[in-house]
């Protein structure tokens, strides 16, 4: 099983903007399609953002799209997510993941592997 470990949130204001990264240890890393999920106070889990095993293939949740990119680089067995014009509504634990898979527009984690989580808080 895969190790994942994220690391890069903090604190920032509306309109800023952090680059969170996840780094997997354990398995090959390009067998693994990547996603980033989060999580509110109070809140359910949510999808953020997806990519394919090359990278070539992205998809985001409605609520990001434009703002945040997702990418990975297999050579360092990372994936990151660039989060741009940060929003109070962004706050949350942040989640990398591995196989996530949809139904529908439905993304979700049924056999994955989850990192600890980073907290992205942004004030205004």
């Known amino acids: 099983q895969v190790q994942l470990v994220e690391s890069g949130g903090g604190l920032v204001q509306t309109g800023g903007s952090l680059r969170l990264s996840c780094a997997a240890s354990?398995?090959?890393?390009?067998?693994?399609?990547m996603g980033w999920f989060r999580q509110a106070p109070g809140k359910e889990r949510e999808f953020v953002a997806v990519i394919g095993r090359s990278g070539s293939k992205t998809y985001y949740a409605d609520s990001v799209k434009g703002r945040f990119t997702i990418s990975r680089d297999n050579a360092k067995n990372t994936v990151y997510l660039q989060m741009n014009s940060l929003k109070l509504e962004d706050t949350a634990v942040y989640y990398c993941a591995t196989d996530p898979t949809s139904v529908g527009s439905t993304w979700y984690v049924r056999t994955g592997s989850w990192g600890q989580g980073t907290q992205v808080t942004v004030s205004s």
């Open positions: 354990g398995r090959t890393f390009s067998d693994y399609v």
